[in-house]
C-alpha cells in the first residue's frame, strides 16, 4: 500500500503556505482580544439605515425594547418594580449607614441609577442598587484620610468622587473594551471575597445589634471582636433583644424561601416589614429615650445636584481614587456575573463591555445627582427575576416609587430604629458566606479553594483590599504556573489503531521502536521554553534507560498540534533542542504544527534547516517516514 | 466493517478511570515545577555510600572534576587563567569606577569570587568578574540615599550591604529552585536591557574622555546629554585626544577578532595594553598637570574583611534592598544564560539551579571580603572559552593572577589615566548594542521586538530598573493574553484520510454534514473561561449561517486533546455551553479530553450529566457515532 509503505514525499502534505501578513494577523489578533463575541456580525452587508438603526439598538438598547413593549409586558414589570422597590428602601437606608454616610443617600441611589440602566443596560433581569461589600470598602477606604464623624460633608464629597471615578472606570473599560480585566476575577475570588466581605460585615452589624456607642473604623475581625469586648459596658440588653428578634424573623422568611421558593415575595418583604414594625414601635415606644438610636432626619425631596461636591483635592485623592478602582472592579465582576448567570436560566447573552458602559454611566450620572456606588446587586436581582420581570422597566418603575417616597414618605422614616438596619443587613450577609460551595471546591480543586481561602482570610484578617489582592494575585501565579511549566506527554500508538494517545492515561499503548513521541501542550514562549528544553531532554534520558529491547532512539516526533503559538525565545530553543539531539545521533521531526507556529519556524528558517521532509501532517505519517529511512530496504 | 459502522459502544475505549489521589497529582506538579531536569535521576537503586558521593559531587562540582584532573588540563587552563586575568584588571579598576567605589574594590572581586566559583559552579567556561550594568545599576540606585563624594565610606558600606542581598536572594532562589523567576526575563528583554544599558553607559564614558569635572548623577540620556552640554566648558582637548585614540585601538583590536577569530587574544589583551600605556605616559608626562585625572591611590595587599561594614541601617536601606534585588535579577539571567549557551556549543548541560546557588555563595562570601557584586560576564567568558579553558580552574589562576597583583602590583596601576578607563568601558559597550537581533526580531515577531525596546527606551530615557520593569510587564501581559485569549479552530476533514486539520491553515479540508468540530488549543480556566464560551457560541452562530446546503448543526465535538488542564471556573464554563447549545438541540460531544481534565470532569459529575457515550478518543470515532444516531437506520 502507498500510505504505510511510502516515504514522508507520499504522505498527506503539509501546508508551508507563506506566512499571512503582519497586518493580517494583527488585526486578527486584535479582534480575537477585543471583540471575541463579534457584535457586529448583522451589520454585513446591510443598507446605511438599518445599520444606523442597528447600531443605535446597539449602543442604546432601550431601542431594542421600548419599541415591543406592550400593556403585559408592564403589568409584569409592574409587580416587579414594586417588590424590589420595597426591597430597595430598606437596602438603601441599610448600606447607607454602612458607608456612614446619611441614610437618604441610599435612597437617591435607587432613584437616578435606575434610570440609566434602563436606557443602557442590556439585561433584562438585572436590578440596579447599592450594596454592601462596596460600601463597607468604600467607607473603610475614605475613612482612612476623613472622619465620617468630625467632618461629614467632606467625607461625604469624598464617597461621590470616589463613585465618579469608579463610574469613570467602568466607562472606560466598556468604552476600550477591557472587560478582560475583569476576567482575572475568578468565581472562587469572588466566592472568596463575598464571603469574608458578608463575614466581617455580620460582625459590624454587632454595633447596632447591642446598641453600643463606641467601636473601630477598622473592618478586620480582631479589631472588631476587640473593640466589642472593649465596649462590653456598653451593650443594651434592650437593643438586643428586639435586635435579636427582627433577625429571627428575618432568618424564617429566608428559610421560608428555602423550603418554598414560590414564597419568596414573603423573604422579599420582611425587610421592608421590619423597618415599619420598627419605626412604628420607635415612634410609639419613645425608643430614644430606651438607648435605641434611630435613623434621624430624612429630609422630603428628590436627588439635590452634587457636581460642586466632586473634590478632587490632592490632600485626599489618593482614597477615593484607591475606592473607586477596586470598588469598579468588584462591582463590574459582580454585576456581569449576576446578569450572565440570569441571562443563562433564559438563554439569553449578556454583552459584557456594554454592561461596563452602562454602570460606567449610571455611576457617573448618580455622581452628581447625589448617589453613591450602584451595582447589580444579587438579592435584588434575584428578587426581580422571581417577581417576573419581563425587561428593563421594572428598574423605572422601582425608581418612580423610589421617587414617590422620597417626595411624601422620607420622614416617615427617620424613626426607623437602628438596630433593625443591622438585622436586615446580617440576615442578608449570612445568606452569602456559601459553605458549600467553598467546600465543594476543596473537594475538586485544592488550588482554586486555596484561591478562595485566601480572599476570605485575607479579607476577613487584614483588610477588603488586600484580600482581593491576594487572591487575584495567587491567580494570576497559577496561571503564570501554566505558562512556565506546561503539560507535556510520552504518546504512545494504542493497538489497532492509527491512535497515540498519552501513556499515563492509556497504560495499554504501545512504544513505537526506535521512536519516541512527545506531545507538547501549550505556547512555547520565554517564561516556558527552557523548561521545555530541560524536560524533553529528560523525556530522552527517560526512554534511552528504560526501553526494554535495547532500542536506543533515533527519532523524536514533537507533536506540535497543541503549540498554539511560538515566541523568538521558543524558536530559538528549537533550535538548541535540534542541536543537543543531533548531536547524540537522534534526529528531530515535526508533527502538525499550527498555522501560527508554521508561520514562525518559516520566518525564522527553522523549517528551512531541519527540511521540509521532516515535517508531517500526522504522527501516523512521521512514523511511516521514519520506519522507511530506518529500515529502507524493507520498503524498497 | 465495524469501526466505520458501529456506533458509539464499538469504537475505541476512552479511559474513565478514577482521579488520582491528590497527593500524587500535587507531588507530580511540585516535581515539574521544581525539578524539570529530574536532578537525581542518577540516584535511584544506587547504594548508600555512592549516594552520599553523587550527592556531594552534585552540591559540590569541584569534587565531580577534581578527581580526574590533570596535567594537560591545567595547562590548558593557565594559559586561560592569564588570559582573562590579563583582562580581569582593566576591566576591575573601569567598572569599580563606574560604581563610583574606590578602584581596588574592583580588583578584588576578581580574587575571591572565583575562588568559590571555582568550587560551586556548575560551568566550565563561564569566568566570573563584575559586570558594567550592575555597577551602574548600584551607583544609580544608591545614590538616591548617599552621595558618594560626601560620604564615600557609608556609600561603599551600602554597596556592599547591596551584594549581600544580592547574594542572598541567588542562594535562597537557587536553593528554593525558583530559577522559574529568571525565566520571566526573556531573550528580547535582556537584548532591549543591555542594549539600552550599553548606551547610557557609553555617553556617560564621554565625562571621562572628555575630561570634565561635573556632571549629573541621573543614568538617562537627556540628564546626560544636557550635563555635558552645560560642562562643555570644561572639556579639555588633551584628554579627548588620548581618549579617541585609545577607543581607536580597542576598536581596532575588536575588528580584528571579528575578521580573524584566532587572533581573539589581541583584543583580550588590548584593553591591559592601553592601561600600561596609560600608567606609562601617566608617569612620565606628569598627566595631572596637564589636567588628565587618574585613578590615584592603589594600596598594596589582599582583601580585608568587610563584614563590619554591612549596614542594614533603616534609613538606607531601601536602597541596597531594590539595588540587591534588581542586580539579582540581571546578574543570575545574564550569567545563566552565558553559562548555557556556552554549554551548548559543547553539548553539556548546565543545571540554572546549581548554578544560582554558587552565585548567591560567591556574592556572600564576596560581600564580607570587600567584594562586590559579580556574576558571568558574557565578554570574560568568551575570552575564557576561546582561550582554551578546560575546566573551573581556570578561575583559579585568574585568582592566584590578581592575588600577585595585589600584593605585588596593585600600587603601579594608581597611575592609570581615567580616560583610559572611559575608553576601555566604551569600547567593551559598543559590542553589546545588537542592531541585528533587534532588526531580527522586528523582523519576525513584532511583539517581541516592542518588547525588547521597551526596554532599550526605558533604560536610555527613564531609569535602568524602570526600562527592565516596563520590558518585563510587557511580557507578562502577553503571557496573560495567550491565557486569556487561547487560540480555537475549526477543524475538517482531509479528503482521503481520517486527519481532522485546521480550515484556515488547510482550506481544502471538508466540512461534515451537521457537525462542527472545534479544537481548543489551551488551558481552561477563570482567565478565558468566559472569553471561550463567546468563542464557541459564535463559532455555532457563524456556522448555522454559512453551510450551504441547508444543513443545521445538530453536534459540536469539541476537540479537547490540546487542553492540558482546566479549573473550576472552566468546568462551569462547560456546563454554560453545554446549557445553551442544548435549548438549541445541539448536543455537545467531547473528545479525547487528556488526563487531569477528565479528572476534573469526573470529579464534578459532568461526564455524567453529558453521559460517557458522548466521550470519544478519537474526531473519527466520534463522528462515526453522531453519524449514527443521525441517521440509524442506514447502519441497522
Redesign the interface.
Known amino acids: 500500500m502507498m500510505r504505510v509503505g511510502g516515504a514522508g514525499e507520499t504522505a498527506?502534505k503539509v501546508?508551508f503556505?507563506a506566512p499571512r501578513k503582519?497586518t493580517t494577523a494583527?488585526s486578527s489578533?486584535l479582534k480575537?482580544?477585543f471583540f471575541?463575541?463579534?457584535p457586529f456580525?448583522d451589520f454585513k452587508g446591510k443598507s446605511f439605515p438599518v445599520k444606523a438603526k442597528k447600531a443605535l439598538q446597539y449602543f442604546v438598547p432601550i431601542f431594542q425594547w421600548l419599541p415591543n413593549y406592550n400593556l403585559k409586558l408592564f403589568m409584569y414589570d409592574l409587580l416587579a418594580g414594586i417588590t424590589i422597590a420595597s426591597l430597595a428602601i430598606p437596602q438603601g437606608i441599610s448600606y447607607a449607614k454602612l458607608a456612614n454616610i446619611p441614610a437618604v443617600i441610599g435612597l437617591y441611589s435607587s432613584f437616578v441609577p435606575p434610570l440609566i440602566y434602563a436606557v443602557f443596560g442590556s439585561s433584562k433581569y438585572l436590578a440596579v442598587g447599592t450594596v454592601a461589600s462596596s460600601s463597607l470598602l468604600i467607607a473603610a477606604t475614605i475613612q482612612t484620610k476623613v472622619n465620617p464623624a468630625q467632618d461629614p460633608q467632606l467625607y461625604l464629597n469624598l464617597v461621590f468622587t470616589a463613585t465618579l471615578i469608579s463610574g469613570l472606570i467602568e466607562l472606560v473599560l466598556g468604552v476600550f473594551r477591557l472587560?478582560?480585566l475583569v476576567?482575572?476575577?475568578?468565581?472562587?475570588?469572588i466566592t472568596g471575597f463575598m464571603g469574608g466581605t458578608a463575614l466581617i460585615i455580620c460582625l459590624q452589624q454587632l454595633k447596632g445589634i447591642f446598641g453600643l456607642k463606641h467601636f473601630t473604623p477598622h473592618t478586620d475581625v480582631i479589631s472588631v471582636i476587640s473593640a466589642i469586648f472593649k465596649n462590653r459596658g456598653e451593650i443594651r440588653w434592650e437593643s438586643t433583644l428586639i435586635g435579636v428578634a427582627f433577625l429571627i424573623i428575618l432568618q424564617l422568611a429566608r428559610f421560608l424561601k428555602q423550603k418554598k421558593p414560590k414564597l419568596f415575595w414573603v423573604s422579599a418583604i420582611t425587610p421592608m416589614f421590619v423597618v415599619i414594625i420598627g419605626c412604628v414601635f420607635a415612634y410609639l415606644w419613645h425608643a430614644e429615650k430606651h438607648g435605641i438610636a434611630i435613623v434621624g432626619e430624612l429630609k422630603k425631596g428628590i436627588n439635590p445636584p452634587s457636581l460642586k461636591n466632586i473634590d478632587f483635592d490632592r490632600k485626599y485623592i489618593s482614597a477615593p481614587l484607591r475606592a473607586g478602582f477596586i470598588t469598579a472592579m468588584v462591582a463590574l465582576a459582580e454585576g456581569i456575573a449576576i446578569g450572565r448567570s440570569f441571562a443563562?436560566l433564559q438563554?439569553e447573552?449578556i454583552d459584557?463591555n456594554k454592561e461596563m458602559i452602562a454602570f460606567g454611566l449610571m455611576n457617573i450620572v448618580g455622581s452628581v445627582t447625589s448617589c453613591y456606588l450602584t451595582t447589580g446587586p444579587f438579592s435584588k436581582t434575584a428578587v426581580n427575576y422571581n417577581a417576573g420581570c419581563k425587561t428593563q422597566f421594572s428598574n423605572v418603575v422601582m425608581s418612580i416609587c423610589m421617587m414617590l417616597t422620597l417626595l411624601f414618605l422620607a420622614p416617615l422614616f427617620s424613626y426607623t430604629p437602628l438596630v433593625a438596619l443591622s438585622a436586615i443587613i446580617m440576615s442578608a450577609m449570612l445568606g452569602l458566606i456559601e459553605y458549600d460551595k467553598a467546600y465543594h471546591?476543596f473537594?475538586?480543586?485544592?488550588?482554586?479553594f486555596i484561591i478562595c481561602m485566601a480572599a476570605f482570610i485575607g479579607v476577613a484578617f487584614i483588610s477588603m483590599d488586600v484580600g482581593l489582592m491576594l487572591s487575584v494575585g495567587l491567580?494570576?501565579m497559577r496561571?503564570?504556573?501554566?505558562?512556565?511549566?506546561?503539560?507535556s506527554?510520552k504518546l504512545a500508538n494504542?493497538p489497532d489503531?492509527?491512535?497515540y494517545?498519552?501513556v499515563?492515561?492509556?497504560p495499554g499503548a504501545i512504544d513505537i521502536p526506535k521512536t519516541l513521541v512527545l506531545q507538547i501542550?501549550?505556547?512555547i514562549?520565554?517564561?516556558?521554553?527552557?523548561?521545555m528544553r530541560?524536560?524533553i531532554?529528560?523525556w530522552v534520558?527517560?526512554e534511552k534507560g528504560n526501553r526494554l529491547d535495547g532500542d536506543d532512539i533515533e527519532y523524536v516526533l514533537l507533536d506540535l498540534?497543541?503549540?498554539?503559538?511560538i515566541?523568538?525565545?521558543g524558536?530559538?530553543t528549537l533550535v538548541?533542542i535540534r542541536?543537543?539531539l543531533e548531536?547524540?545521533d537522534i534526529k528531530v521531526v515535526l508533527v502538525?504544527p499550527?498555522?501560527?507556529v508554521?508561520e514562525?519556524l518559516i520566518?525564522?528558517n527553522f523549517i528551512e534547516k531541519i527540511g521540509k521532509e521532516r515535517v508531517y501532517?500526522?504522527i501516523e505519517d512521521a512514523i511511516d517516514g521514519c520506519k522507511f529511512s530506518l529500515s529502507p530496504e524493507r520498503y524498497l
Do not use: C, W
Not at 479 to 487: D, K, M, S, T
Not at 561 to 565: A, E, L, N
Open positions: 498527506h501546508s503556505e503582519f494583527f489578533d480575537e482580544t471575541p463575541d463579534d456580525y472587560g478582560i476576567d482575572f476575577l475568578s468565581h472562587s475570588t443563562i438563554n447573552q459584557g471546591l473537594k475538586t480543586d485544592k488550588f482554586d491567580a494570576i496561571a503564570l504556573l501554566y505558562i512556565a511549566r506546561p503539560a506527554s494504542i489503531t492509527s491512535l494517545r498519552d499515563e492515561q492509556y501542550g501549550s505556547p514562549y520565554f517564561a516556558n521554553a527552557g523548561y530541560e524536560r531532554l529528560r534520558r527517560y498540534g497543541g503549540v498554539s503559538s515566541d523568538m525565545t524558536v530559538e538548541e542541536k543537543s548531536v547524540k502538525n499550527r498555522l501560527e508554521m514562525k520566518v525564522t501532517l500526522s
